[in-house]
């Protein structure tokens, strides 16, 4: 654990119609990666993005593009965002079967490979996995919509997540995501988190770059 702190604004949160001002906004608020939420309305009971919205992200933008995918069947999707110009590309092991030939189609896309545990998803389901993934994401809401409470039981699962990384020797992320904002997000860094989702809280803001160096302050890295 390097102690550095990344803040990854959700573009979920942002106005659309003003997307690449919303980018723009986050970094010059100091986002280390744009965070984009991709659900198929099967896996979660939303629907949002698809490789067309990483593409067009990725040409007003040079900050790595960290794609959540909330689908059934994420390998499916592995070519079509790494053309798109994903880097981070993050599936949930429960909407597939053969989870770890797909984080190594990942990574051989030149993508780290990140896996997700919803609140009720047992650790066990990345303990496998652990040495073969860069990021392992925590979801502190159940995904689908932006602008839930952090389910506060949450924070000792990253206590445990950072737990097991560390055990292991893994250098992988531990990003966490949902309800991330100024009352959450320090209890989450206390525990171990060093990659900081947030949708409501940097674009529900009137200021996002405000929000976001907020935010950063108060994830204070653990020492
Ligand atoms: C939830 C998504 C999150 C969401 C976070 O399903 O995975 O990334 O955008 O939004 P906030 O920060 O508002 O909880
Ligand atoms: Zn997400």
Do not use: C
């Amino acid at each position: 654990m390097t102690g550095r702190v990344r803040i990854a604004p959700s573009i979920l949160s942002a106005d659309l119609i003003r997307l690449k001002d919303a980018i723009a906004a986050a970094e010059a608020g100091g986002a280390d990666w744009i965070h984009v939420d991709v659900m198929d309305g099967r896996f979660v009971p939303n629907l949002t993005f698809g490789p067309g919205i990483v593409a067009a992200v990725r040409r007003v933008t040079r900050l790595p593009l960290d794609v959540h995918l909330m689908v059934v069947e994420p390998e499916r999707y592995i070519e079509p965002f790494a053309e798109a110009g994903a880097n981070v590309l993050t599936f949930h092991p429960e909407a597939t079967i053969h989870g770890q030939r797909h984080v190594s189609a990942v990574r051989e896309r030149g993508m780290l490979a990140g896996i997700a545990l919803n609140p009720g998803t047992p650790l066990a389901a990345v303990e496998d996995l652990v040495g073969e993934v860069d990021l392992v994401l925590v979801m502190s809401v159940n995904p689908g919509f932006p602008g839930q409470a952090y389910i506060s039981a949450v924070t000792d699962k990253i206590r445990r997540v950072r737990a097991l990384l560390d055990a292991r020797g893994s250098k992988a992320h531990l990003e966490v995501d949902g309800g991330i904002g100024r009352d959450t997000i320090a209890a989450a860094a206390a525990a171990g988190a060093d990659t900081f989702v947030a949708g409501s809280a940097v674009f529900g803001a009137p200021d996002p770059a405000a929000a976001i160096r907020e935010l950063r302050r108060l994830a204070h890295p653990r020492p």
